[in-house]
């Protein structure tokens, strides 16, 4: 079975700090990782994945993520927050023995203060 | 804009009635992926389509029912509406590719309200 667990479902950052969004992972076989993010009233669009290439993951907007077997995580960054990374941030696994199809986390409310 | 079209954007209908929710992937993609949003249940994996045919099969309904056209368009039907059954209805779409690295593109969804 696959499971994933967003730590925090709310995380308040001031402009120009770090945002760090936690994403731990639960997997008996090798898992792709996903990243999405969600506007208000707009769907989820892909910020990055994991697919057993590099374990440091460059996606849009300036995040990246990296994948630690070993603690079994995920963890979403940036080094400077924005206003407008203000969202819903989802991580997703998928794995062979969920034929492929995404579990998603509850997700995390990204919130920044000017 | 995602490419990905979700009609109708909103939808209010009584418990009891059965509703259609339409989805057309982005040109070029096979698979169709149907999701429900809730804030009890997270977002929940529905249904996948692949070519017209049905993939994979998640937490859905004997109620609920979809299919997948030979135009590729999708359509999700809703029966016998509860009021738990509110909710936000995605639909993604992608290539379908094998291995779990099917990057899947979402659209802007179906807010569906049963009173």
């Known amino acids: 079975a696959q499971s994933v667990t967003q730590l925090g479902s709310h995380v308040s950052v001031s402009e120009g700090a770090l945002v760090l969004l936690r994403c731990n992972y639960s997997?008996?076989?090798?898992?792709?990782l996903f990243w999405y993010v969600q506007y208000p009233n707009q769907g989820l669009q892909l910020l990055l994945k994991?697919?057993?290439?590099?374990?440091l993951v460059k996606g849009i907007n300036g995040f990246e993520a990296e994948f630690k077997k070993s603690e079994t995580s995920f963890h979403l960054t940036k080094p400077s927050a924005h206003m407008s990374d203000a969202a819903e941030y989802f991580c997703?696994?998928?794995?062979?023995?969920?034929?492929?199809?995404?579990?998603f986390g509850r997700g995390t409310s990204l919130i920044v203060h000017p | 804009d995602s490419g990905v079209t979700q009609t109708p954007k909103h939808l209010i209908t009584a418990t009891g009635q059965r509703v259609t929710l339409r989805c057309s992937p982005r040109?070029?993609?096979?698979?169709v992926y149907w999701y429900q949003q809730s804030l009890d249940q997270g977002l929940q994996f529905l249904i996948q389509?692949?070519?017209?045919?049905?993939?994979a099969k998640g937490n859905i309904l004997e109620r609920f029912s979809a299919q997948q056209f030979p135009d590729l368009h999708s359509e999700l039907n809703l029966s016998s509406l509860e009021l738990g059954d509110s909710a936000l209805y995605f639909c993604?779409?992608?290539?379908?590719?094998?291995?779990?690295?099917?990057?899947?593109?979402f659209g802007p969804g179906t807010r569906l309200t049963v009173l």
């Open positions: 993604a779409s992608g290539q379908g590719g094998v291995g779990g690295t099917d990057t899947q593109y």
């Open positions: 997997s008996s076989v090798p898992p792709y």
């Open positions: 994991y697919t057993s290439a590099a374990t």
């Open positions: 997703a696994v998928s794995t062979s023995g969920g034929s492929y199809i995404p579990t």
């Open positions: 040109s070029g993609d096979l698979s």
């Open positions: 389509y692949y070519n017209g045919e049905e993939r």
